[in-house]
């Protein structure tokens, strides 16, 4: 009864998990409704609606002071919402924090630790909290310090360099093995060898099944991990979905025209097509501007005139140009 | 669970306060003291028990018919051994307790550890409530240690407490700890509303300076403002009085008039002297009553007051009541803490009403 009782719910969460690209039979592992946090009369979140799949990496994308870490404190249950709600893996985090923070890892923007103690006294005092015996404990720890490269080092968490820090971070936002960690400015401290692992060791967790949220305004840091991304400013969740789709959605409209780069070897020729709007000609170079994709009759009128194409592409919108246009706004 | 989680923290700070320098220095100060002053508390002992001896010797020697018929010296009691230690743990003693109390919060804000902490499953009070009973037991753990020592020398000299002179050690300790989380918990509050651990102690320590030297002196002027003018002596000469001053530590004195009866006859009394002395005792009791609530505050009065009555009863009475004469017998531990029940009381609600305002503003801590 009970085992028909979860498909039932599963089912139903899968439902929901239609909105999320990709995401087919994956459950809704992060939700939140109309979640709004005010500080002083002003909205620090405002209204965000926001799905996030199980096993998804989501990049939190927005500018300094968009909201991006205050919605984690939030989704972390360690700040309650002004109104609104969030829930992970359907646990509403405001009616049970401690339940949801058994089932999460958090890495905080410039993390910190007890200076007066090593990184495996700072994990194990934390590794405490959780149902985990003695021994799981020590070999959880052994673990973790041997992952983030920090095994063996005897120095007290006080002397550490920041990305020494960082990197106990993570180890501290893994010591439960967490559904779900949630990560803000995840590289913001580490040297380039220690982004590559960075990067290495979230794939590698993904494809356990963990649902990954990363927070950054680091467009490049996020494009390298994630699946899919969410686009904050001014506490308002601007757009949502794959980087193209949120280029696209943000990209001024040009009369919902194509553009269409060709380029030839030879000289280009007078291009003749009812659906061309406008043509930028630079040499054997050209942007076509038209009402849809043309590229296949194009490439054929081309080829019939016996002229060698080098390139033809449908011109996207430059992602950084469009996501530093939202973070001017 | 939830105690679990609780104590978790506080076996956490309580390793990070005895291990910590800071403690480690402050302590063995307090101990180093302690010891000397057990053993110079054991020299005045031993000089007072000589001269109850002789004094006892010279009982048998006087005038059966005499004045002091019946009087018999008084045994002088171990616990004076203890009357350093008043001294310097008002001083030393607050020091400590602020030392571990300055930074337990505004740290962890400082190095973002708090943050680290929050993100696992604690609740924010188990947090809180772990760091006060961390601090209390480092506390605790400090005031064994010095009894330790002063008992450990007594034992030294083969002097052995007797049951009741145990527990009025222990009532000290007691009433000594009190007076220790006064300051601790200023500290811890100081920590939790400033965001630099400087400030905190900056804040702490105008705060012990306030109510450990400013608030008596106060007292004393609002008392001498709010009670009336004082009554004028009447311009006859006045009959013979005695007068015996009384030592309490140098923390203030008083003098006691008392009518001395020969032989079941008393001396006659002038009238206008009679107004004059009802009227100066209710101008007088006005005045300490102000002094008295306003040393309330103090925890530094408090825990003068409460712990001369465990280790001296009779002065404590004498300080209690100043305007009544001298008690013939010492009163007994029970008697003597019913008299100061209100500093008792003073010394269990300071620390408790500033625990509760740290609770409350770390409840609601904004912790971006």
Same mark, same amino acid.
Request: negative net charge.
């Given at each position: 009864m009970r085992d028909t009782e979860n498909i039932n719910k599963r089912m139903s969460k899968s439902a929901v998990s239609a909105t999320v690209p990709g995401c087919i039979w994956k459950c809704t592992m992060i939700q939140t409704e109309n979640l709004t946090k005010i500080y002083n009369g002003n909205p620090a979140v405002d209204g965000l609606d926001l799905v996030v799949g199980e096993g998804e990496i989501f990049g939190f994308l927005g500018p300094n002071g968009a909201g991006k870490s205050t919605t984690i404190l939030m989704l972390t249950g360690m700040i309650e919402p002004t109104a609104g709600r969030c829930l992970v893996d359907e646990i509403e985090v405001a009616k049970d924090p401690l339940a949801v923070k058994k089932i999460i890892g958090y890495l905080p923007e410039d993390v910190g630790f007890y200076g007066n103690l090593t990184a495996e006294q700072n994990l194990d005092y934390f590794a405490r909290?959780?149902?985990?015996?003695a021994k799981e404990r020590k070999a959880r720890i052994e673990e973790l310090l041997e992952l983030v490269h920090l095994d063996g080092v005897t120095q007290k968490a006080g002397e550490y360099s920041r990305g020494m820090k960082q990197r106990l971070g993570l180890a501290q936002a893994l010591i439960n093995d967490p559904k779900v960690l949630f990560l803000d400015e995840p590289t913001a401290n580490l040297d380039p060898e220690g982004v590559r692992e960075y990067r290495d060791l979230i794939l590698a967790l993904a494809a356990e099944g963990k649902t990954i949220f990363v927070s950054s305004h680091i467009l490049s840091e996020v494009r390298a991990v994630c699946r899919t991304v969410g686009l904050l400013a001014k506490g308002k969740l601007v757009a949502k979905g794959t980087l193209g789709e949120v280029a696209r959605t943000l990209t001024p409209s040009d009369e919902d025209v194509v553009r269409i780069v060709v380029e030839t070897r030879e000289r280009l020729p007078d291009l003749d097509d009812p659906?061309?709007?406008a043509i930028e000609r630079n040499g054997n170079r050209a942007v076509v501007r038209a009402t849809s994709d043309i590229r296949d009759r194009l490439a054929a009128t081309l080829f019939e005139q016996g002229l060698h194409i080098r390139e033809m592409r449908v011109e996207e919108p430059d992602i950084e140009d469009v996501f530093m246009a939202v973070y001017r706004r | 669970m939830a105690f679990d989680r609780l104590l978790n923290v506080a076996k956490k700070e309580f390793s990070d306060h005895i291990t910590s320098r800071r403690f480690v220095i402050i302590l063995g100060l307090l101990l180093v003291i302690s010891a000397v002053g057990a053993h110079a508390g054991i020299e005045s002992y031993n000089n007072l028990l000589e001269s109850y001896n002789q004094q006892l010797q010279h009982v048998q020697d006087i005038d059966v018919s005499g004045p002091y018929t019946g009087w018999m010296p008084e045994k002088p009691s /171990?616990?004076? /051994?203890?009357s350093p230690m008043m001294s310097y743990m008002t001083t030393l003693g607050a020091v400590l307790a602020i030392a571990i109390g300055f930074d337990l919060v505004s740290k962890e804000k400082e190095t973002r550890s708090l943050k680290s902490l929050l993100s696992h499953p604690v609740y924010r009070d188990e947090i809180i409530n772990g760091k006060a009973l961390g601090g209390i037991a480092a506390l605790g753990f400090a005031m064994v240690l010095a009894l330790a020592i002063s008992l450990a020398i007594l034992l030294l000299f083969s002097i052995v407490p007797t049951l009741t002179e145990f527990a009025a050690i222990l009532i000290f300790g007691a009433v000594t700890l009190g007076f220790l989380l006064a300051y601790f918990a200023i500290a811890l509050m100081m920590s939790t509303i400033a965001k630099e651990s400087g400030n905190a102690l900056i804040y702490t320590m105008v705060i012990f300076f306030a109510v450990s030297t400013l608030l008596p002196v106060l007292g004393a002027v609002a008392g001498e403002a709010l009670a009336g003018d004082r009554p004028e002596p009447p311009q006859t000469a006045p009959l013979p009085k005695e007068v015996i001053w009384v030592d309490n530590g140098g923390y203030s004195s008083t003098s006691v008039s008392q009518s001395v009866v020969y032989e079941g006859k008393a001396v006659e009394v002038d009238p206008a002297w009679q107004q004059y002395e009802d009227d100066m005792r209710a101008y007088s009791e006005r005045r300490m009553l102000i002094s008295s609530v306003t040393n309330l505050f103090s925890p530094q009065m408090n825990y003068f007051t409460a712990a001369m009555a465990v280790t001296n009863p009779r002065i404590a009475t004498v300080i209690h009541s100043p305007l009544d004469s001298m008690p013939a017998e010492t009163p007994g531990l029970a008697e003597a803490l019913s008299q100061v029940w209100m500093n008792i009381a003073a010394l269990i609600v300071f620390p408790s009403a500033f625990f509760a305002a740290t609770y409350v503003k770390f409840m609601r801590m904004d912790i971006r």
């Open positions: 909290f959780y149902d985990m015996g659906e061309i709007v | /171990i616990l004076l /051994i203890l």
